[in-house]
């Protein structure tokens, strides 16, 4: 079960997925709001923390989860403030009770990771991709528009054309045709 901890929340933060089951981990650490709080009301404990990317929304929290929950932190680059394990592109990661796929996604950040399950028919895109054809920013320090078109390109040719559920980092999920919402983005994304 993923569930969205940030729902709801009037702050500057990330969405903030709490993917439970065998391995139950926190994605993203969204900022300035409860996590730790919105996390108890689910479970009791969790195991890691994994990052799409480290940009300040992203990361707020971070030392909240990992002081309450006593977790490592995994993202693409260990170079980043609070990350303590390395995740490949094209690694297994375990969330929940699903492998998924780590897609480098660079564009947005230069750090960014998609996870992709294909058993899950599940897409976790960080901000990569938003529903109704939205994108990530390329203006902010890392930006740049050409790579995040190929990264776009990239989830598009590896995720089925009936993927069941498409995690956000920013607004609502997507489980009504989310390839449809990944196939806009990559056509916006084009249109600059």
């Known amino acids: 079960m993923i569930t969205n901890l940030a729902r709801g929340v009037r ?12 391995r139950t981990v926190l ?9 730790v709080g919105a996390a108890r009301e689910h479970v009791d404990d969790v195991d890691a923390l994994v990052m799409t990317h480290t940009h300040p929304d992203h990361v707020g929290n971070l030392p909240d989860i990992v002081a309450e929950f006593d977790v490592d932190v ?4 260990t170079d980043q403030s609070g990350v303590d394990h390395a ?7 375990q969330l929940g009770d699903h492998d998924y ?6 564009g947005h950040k230069d750090d960014h990771l998609c996870f992709h399950s294909e058993a899950a028919s599940t ?15 390329t203006d902010l320090a890392e930006g740049n528009r050409e790579v995040l078109i190929d990264s776009i390109e990239r989830v598009r040719s590896v995720v089925s054309e009936d993927l069941d559920e498409l995690h956000t980092g920013h607004g609502p999920s997507v489980q009504t045709n989310p390839y449809q919402d990944i196939e806009l983005a990559a056509q916006a994304a084009r249109m600059g």
């Open 74 to 77: 995994w993202g693409y680059d």
């Open 87 to 93: 995740i490949e592109d094209d690694e297994t990661v």
């Open 11 to 22: 702050a500057f933060t990330s969405n903030v997925f709490l993917v439970e089951g065998d």
């Open 101 to 106: 796929r780590a897609l480098h996604t660079p």
């Open 27 to 35: 994605v993203d650490a969204g900022n300035e709001f409860d996590v």
């Open 123 to 137: 897409l976790i895109a960080g901000d990569l991709i938003f529903a109704n054809g939205g994108f990530g920013r």
